[in-house]
Every structure is written in structure tokens, then in C-alpha cells.
């Protein structure tokens, strides 16, 4: 995110704000949606598995804010990650809870999510001072505008679409082909299980009793087949883009009041107004324009 002629403190700078501040709210998120409601737990618990979700979550504000770095101001990017994250929960909560979804990469929770939650963003931020601004590139020139950019109105300073977006979609399709073809003689019950734990049998089911007897290893599922769980990866792919668009455009609506101060033209791609900048005289600073 360093590659703006002049928006490379504030894209280091930010990010590492927003990550530290971030992870810390995503940790509140989480325990609250995974062991108070999932678990049903009186507290939060604060752990080595609970600190790496909390990591992610704040991971997915960082990837949308590269779609809109840049063009936001500080305060509007603390209220994006904030709601960001809140929607992250909701998707998380709906995917695990009740699709029953395997998504061991991220490549739909953490991926897709993020981008297309910073596009919707983006789309609802829209601002035609930001297309080709003179201070949008890491040289003399630009970038050229896509086409998501003029037609779409939706403008991606970092391509997090083609780099998180679109990868992630790839990933998710291929996950579900994958459910499709998983058997047993090739993972074996407790691999199987281990991955699409909702392929498990029932409760007190004939074949929960056989492995039972087996002496094989695993939670009580819902006897799902394999063309069934893969129909839940579909869905869940589903499910996490409507969330995501939808979690985006509420966002944008609620950051694009003045309320949160959201930058001047002047102001975009560019640390003056808010860092102390190497003064332009000192050797290689000065071709910085």
C-alpha cells in the first residue's frame, strides 16, 4: 500500500493503526458471537485460537481498505472497520452455525468478503475527483482507469478485486467441486469428518453406531452426502457476497455524511494535511511531484 507517490505514510501509518485497534474489537466480536452465543459461555475467553480470529478479522478491514485507500479520511476508516467487522461476525455466525460451511483457506470468509464489502463501499463513495487524480500513481502517470472504475462507478485504488475478490470466488467454486468428489476411500472417516464435520452421522443413526464400533473418531453431524455439503458451499459462497455487498452499501451510506469529515479534493492521495513530511529539498525528495 506504499505504492502512492504520496499517500505511502498514511498507507502504512493507517494500517497499522487500524490493524492494532482493530484486532482488539474483532476479539470483543468474536468471543461475543462464537462463546457467549455459539457456546453459550458467560464470558470471553482470551486465547491463542481466540487472538488468530481476532487477527483475521481485522485482516478483512485492511483488504478493504485497499480499495478505498486514499479516498477516506481517518475517521470514516474507523467506522468502516468497525461495521466491517460486525458483518464479518454476522457471516461467520450464519456460515458456521447453520450452512455448516469448510472454508479451511478463507477464500470466501476472509477473501471474497473483504473485497467485495470494500467494492460496495467504494461503489457508494463514488467520486469522480479520484479517477485518473494526479496523485494516484507511483510515477508522473496514473493508472489507467479500468472499466469497473468509469461504467461501474466502483474505483479500486489497490485492484482488491482482481487480487483478493476473484481469486477467492475461483476458490470457493473449487472448494465445492471438491465437496462433490470427497469420499471416504480417499480421506478416510476421521479426515472426512475432520474437514466436513456436517458429513458426520446423526445422533444415534445406524452408521453413527457402526463407526462407534469402529473405534473412529468424530462429532455428531447431519449425515449430509457429498453432493448435499457441496450445495452448502455454493449457498455459502452466496450468503457471504449478499452479506458483503449488502454490509458494504449500509456502510458507505452511514460514512458518506459530512458527520465523518470525509476528505477534500485535495486532500486525496496525499499525507500533507496529515503528517510531517520530509521537507523537499533533502536529496530525492524533491522528485517526489
Same mark, same amino acid.
Given at each position: ?26 476479539a ?9 452465543y ?22 478483512t478491514?485492511?483488504?478493504? !481498505? ?27 455466525l450464519?456460515?458456521?452455525?447453520y ?17 467485495? !464489502? ?13 479517477l ?10 496514473s ?14 485504488t ?6 483478493? $475478490? ?13 465437496t ?7 480421506y ?8 466436513? $464435520? ?17 473405534s ?16 452448502? &458451499? ?10 458483503s455487498?449488502? $454490509?458494504?452499501?449500509?456502510? $458507505? ?13 485535495? &486532500? ?10 520530509? &521537507? ?10
Open positions: 500500500m506504499t505504492f502512492l507517490k504520496k499517500y505511502g505514510y498514511s498507507g502504512v501509518g493507517y494500517n497499522f493503526f487500524i490493524a492494532a485497534l482493530l484486532s482488539q474489537w474483532g470483543i466480536v468474536n468471543g461475543c458471537f462464537n462463546q457467549i455459539i457456546d453459550g459461555k458467560d464470558h470471553i475467553e482470551i486465547g491463542l485460537r481466540s487472538l488468530i480470529s481476532a487477527e483475521y478479522a481485522a485482516v478491514v485492511l483488504i478493504s !481498505f485497499g480499495v478505498v485507500l486514499g479516498k477516506v479520511s481517518r475517521l470514516q476508516l474507523l467506522v468502516i472497520g468497525i461495521l466491517d467487522i460486525l458483518f464479518y461476525a454476522v457471516n461467520n450464519l456460515a458456521v452455525k450452512l455448516k460451511y469448510s472454508d479451511a483457506g478463507g477464500s470466501i470468509f476472509l477473501h471474497a468478503f473483504a473485497a467485495y !464489502f470494500g467494492l460496495a463501499l467504494s461503489w457508494i463513495l463514488y467520486n469522480e475527483n479520484s485518473d487524480n494526479y496523485n494516484e500513481g507511483s510515477s508522473y502517470h493508472d489507467i482507469s479500468a472499466m469497473i472504475a468509469k461504467s461501474l462507478k466502483i474505483h479500486d489497490c485492484g482488491v478485486h482482481n487480487l483478493h $475478490g476473484i481469486p477467492g470466488i475461483f476458490g470457493g467454486i473449487a472448494g465445492a467441486v471438491i462433490a468428489l470427497a469420499q471416504v476411500d480417499s478416510g472417516y476421521e479426515g472426512l469428518f475432520s474437514v466436513w $464435520g456436517a458429513r458426520a452421522p446423526k445422533m444415534n443413526s445406524i452408521e453413527y453406531w457402526e463407526l462407534k464400533n469402529m473412529v473418531k468424530f462429532d455428531v453431524g447431519d449425515e449430509r452426502s457429498a453432493f448435499v455439503q457441496a450445495g452448502y &458451499q455454493v449457498a455459502g459462497i452466496m450468503v457471504t457476497l449478499a452479506i455487498i449488502f $454490509g458494504g452499501i449500509v456502510t $458507505g451510506l452511514i460514512v458518506k455524511r459530512e458527520i465523518f469529515d470525509p476528505p477534500a479534493e485535495e &486532500q486525496l492521495f496525499d499525507d500533507e494535511d496529515f503528517w510531517v513530511l520530509p &521537507q523537499k529539498h533533502i536529496e530525492g525528495y524533491e522528485n517526489i511531484d
